[in-house]
């Protein structure tokens, strides 16, 4: 599986962008799709997950404010995000996991990674 992440750019705070992570392959439905995130300086960071059967889970810092959904005819997930803050600033990344269950909060249960595509929240 490749992925592919768009949809970065530059945008005040209070604004919003909506990422998309284009998958090749056609076994895109079975996969769970993750967003995550990484500030300079930092760490990445779990931001969201969409599991093959619909359900997602947010970390709590974008709980209200980020949605993530997939279109699977079209092979393609996406992060809504809106209300952005500064420090929200970051390269985000897609992943792709092939197993289930809990652990989706940690890279090492994705086993495909998208290239990044940089957001910047100006204040």
């Known amino acids: 599986v490749q992925l592919q992440a768009s949809g970065g750019g530059l945008v005040q705070a209070g604004g919003s962008l909506r990422l998309s992570c284009a998958a090749s392959?056609?076994?895109?439905?079975?996969?769970?799709m993750g967003w995550f995130r990484q500030a300079p300086g930092n760490e990445r960071e779990f931001v969201a997950t969409v599991m093959w059967s619909g359900a997602a889970y947010y970390a709590d810092s974008v709980k209200g404010r980020f949605t993530i959904s997939r279109d699977n005819a079209k092979n393609t997930a996406y992060l809504q995000m809106n209300s952005l803050k500064p420090e929200e600033t970051a390269v985000y990344y897609c992943?792709?996991?092939?197993?289930?269950?809990?652990?989706?909060?940690?890279?090492?249960?994705?086993?495909?990674w998208g290239q990044g595509t940089l957001v910047t929240v100006s204040s």
């Open positions: 992943a792709a996991a092939r197993i289930n269950g809990p652990g989706y909060r940690q890279e090492a249960y994705y086993n495909y």
């Open positions: 392959g056609r076994t895109f439905s079975s996969y769970n």
